[in-house]
DNA sequence: GCGACAG
DNA sequence: ATCTTGTCGC
């Protein structure tokens, strides 16, 4: 009962609900109808959230009722199920012809006619709003604190962290952490939307601190990753810092530095050697050299100092049982 | 099969 | 990001 009782729904993150979006797509599907992962996000307004729709359908129950055997794959093939689920014997009963486990005569079968709200064509929208208002100059006073800021998850809740160090000491000086029950699942290129909600009460020091975000800014196909996202609706000064990369092609190293061209510009730098890699951009109101000279600067086996610590802390709030 | 997309 | 056994190294 304790453990129920720990991973019961507590507070949503306050952010876009894609969630919701789906089950109510997914309930649309008539019985004697199936469709498809890509069909559903397409709806949603980007097939490239496909296997967001199936990571969702897997890891949450939805409404009571939720017909999540309709949806199959692009193949036909029928879904999995949860543990005690027949999926392919729910559709027999429904009239729908399945052979081994994949759907007959998909043409005919096949439901797209879905009423939605097509959130990803506004988020993406949002984020190109967001481009314009990057500044991408030093803009942050006097520097007293980097803080780090990261995010982990348990099933559908997040954890966020956040460690400030004292930027003339090293120093660690504040560690904070919250957490909250996610509305919107892992879509490349969408993962503020994810991640934001999480981490935006974690950012109180409006000044003299610069957040170190875990993620692109400025090195993203419109211009607007998390740490992008985060400093310019918050107007906090932020850097992001990513592990891998999501765009652009990778130039020479120089000097430990190799730059990372987006659209004929440089919009970012990989720092670190090999699979230690860091991947540098601007966030909001840090130029680019400035964020690269304070990874640099902070950067311990690999990754900077309160990333990692931020890592750490999200990590250990996961695990622990309060 | 290939290509491949932060966390 | 999380899922996981054994294994290497300090």
Same mark, same amino acid.
């Given at each position: 009962?304790?453990?129920?009782?720990?991973?019961?729904?507590?507070?949503?993150?306050?952010?876009?609900?894609?969630?919701?979006?789906?089950?109510?797509?997914?309930?649309?599907?008539?019985?004697?109808?199936?469709?498809?992962?890509?069909?559903?996000?397409?709806?949603?307004?980007?097939?490239?959230?496909?296997?967001?729709?199936?990571?969702?359908?897997?890891?949450?129950?939805?409404?009571?009722?939720?017909?999540?055997?309709?949806?199959?794959?692009?193949?036909?093939?029928?879904?999995?199920?949860?543990?005690?689920?027949?999926?392919?014997?729910?559709?027999?009963?429904?009239?729908?012809?399945?052979?081994?486990?994949? &759907? #007959?005569?998909?043409?005919?079968?096949?439901?797209?006619? +879905? @009423?939605?709200? $097509?959130? /990803?064509?506004? %988020?993406?929208? =949002?984020?190109?709003?967001?481009?314009?208002?990057?500044?991408?100059?030093?803009?942050?006073?006097?520097?007293?604190?980097?803080?780090?800021?990261?995010?982990?998850?348990?099933?559908?809740?997040?954890?966020?962290?956040?460690?400030?160090?004292?930027?003339?000491?090293?120093?660690?000086?504040?560690?904070?952490?919250?957490?909250?029950? &996610? #509305?919107?699942?892992?879509?490349?290129?969408?993962?503020? +939307? @994810?991640?934001? $909600?999480? /981490?935006?009460? %974690?950012?109180? =020091?409006?000044?003299?601190?610069?957040?170190?975000?875990?993620?692109?800014?400025?090195?993203?196909?419109?211009?607007?990753?998390?740490?992008?996202?985060?400093?310019?609706?918050?107007?906090?000064?932020?850097?992001?810092?990513?592990?891998?990369?999501?765009?652009?092609?990778?130039?020479?190293?120089?000097?430990?530095?190799?730059?990372? &061209?987006?659209?004929?510009?440089?919009?970012?730098?990989?720092?670190?050697?090999?699979?230690?890699?860091?991947?540098?951009?601007?966030?909001?109101?840090?130029?680019?050299?400035?964020?690269?000279?304070?990874?640099?600067?902070?950067?311990?086996?690999?990754?900077?100092?309160?990333?990692?610590?931020?890592?750490?802390?999200?990590?250990?709030?996961?695990?622990?049982?309060?």
């Amino acid at each position: 009962m304790r453990e129920l009782v720990h991973h019961a729904v507590q507070r949503p993150c306050d952010g876009p609900d894609l969630i919701s979006i789906i089950f109510e797509a997914m309930d649309q599907i008539p019985p004697g109808k199936v469709s498809t992962y890509g069909d559903i996000a397409a709806a949603l307004g980007d097939r490239v959230a496909a296997r967001a729709v199936g990571e969702v359908l897997a890891r949450y129950p939805g409404p009571p009722g939720s017909p999540k055997h309709r949806v199959v794959h692009s193949t036909g093939r029928v879904g999995k199920g949860g543990p005690g689920e027949d999926p392919a014997a729910l559709l027999a009963s429904e009239g729908v012809n399945v052979v081994e486990g994949i &759907v #007959r005569d998909m043409a005919a079968r096949r439901f797209a006619g +879905f @009423r939605v709200k $097509p959130l /990803l064509a506004s %988020l993406r929208e =949002e984020q190109e709003g967001i481009r314009e208002k990057v500044f991408e100059g030093d803009d942050f006073g006097e520097l007293r604190r980097v803080a780090g800021l990261d995010v982990s998850y348990a099933g559908t809740k997040a954890f966020g962290a956040m460690a400030a160090f004292d930027a003339r000491t090293g120093e660690l000086v504040e560690e904070r952490t919250t957490d909250c029950d &996610v #509305r919107f699942p892992y879509i490349p290129a969408y993962l503020s +939307f @994810r991640e934001t $909600p999480v /981490l935006r009460p %974690l950012v109180t =020091e409006r000044e003299g601190t610069i957040y170190l975000i875990d993620g692109h800014g400025s090195l993203h196909p419109r211009g607007a990753g998390v740490a992008a996202h985060i400093g310019v609706t918050l107007d906090v000064p932020t850097v992001g810092a990513a592990k891998s990369a999501l765009v652009g092609e990778v130039g020479d190293e120089v000097g430990g530095r190799a730059p990372v &061209v987006l659209n004929g510009e440089i919009k970012g730098y990989r720092i670190g050697e090999g699979r230690k890699a860091t991947f540098v951009s601007v966030g909001h109101r840090v130029s680019l050299d400035t964020a690269v000279e304070i990874c640099e600067h902070l950067l311990v086996k690999g990754i900077p100092l309160p990333l990692r610590r931020a890592h750490d802390l999200a990590g250990t709030a996961r695990r622990s049982p309060e």
